[in-house]
């Protein structure tokens, strides 16, 4: 999905592109839009289903989280910026041109072929 985006709280899809031969990774995903829902993330999870994206977001933090996640960087097209592990209780550095951050159970977006350069698209409810 591109352009103007009116996402709410609530849940949708996340879809990655294949790689060369594979199908594409359709995963649950959970939208933290709202001020409220985007500072409380994933923090006090033990685990997340699919994935959580924040918007808008250009960085993050895992203080007070129970475990380490992947943290991917999104554009305003949806174009992966970067992927990184975070563990427990550190500081995300901001990230130019990130509008929008995917959370997941570290080691899952690897799994599903988000990386950088692919495009995802986001689908609503």
């Known amino acids: 999905m591109t352009g103007r985006r009116r996402w ?13 031969g ?10 933290a839009v709202s001020y409220r829902a985007r ?7 033990t685990s997340v289903d699919g994935a959580l994206l924040l918007s808008p977001a250009g960085s993050v933090h895992t203080f007070g989280m129970r475990m380490p996640i992947d943290v991917a960087y ?3 097209r949806c174009t992966v910026l970067a992927v990184t592990t975070m563990v427990p209780g550190r500081l995300g550095l901001p990230r130019l041109r990130s509008r929008h951050v995917l959370e997941a159970a570290a ?10 350069g692919a495009r995802v698209e986001i689908i609503p409810g």
Not at 8 to 13: A, F, L, N, S
Not at 108 to 116: D, F, I, L, S, Y
């Open 8 to 20: 709410r709280d609530g849940h949708g899809t996340l879809l990655v592109p294949g790689a060369e």
């Open 22 to 31: 594979q199908a594409e990774a359709r995963v649950p995903l959970e939208f």
């Open 107 to 116: 080691g899952a977006m690897a799994g599903w072929g988000v990386r950088a």
């Open 39 to 45: 500072t409380r993330g994933l923090l006090g999870r």
């Open 74 to 76: 999104l554009d305003r």
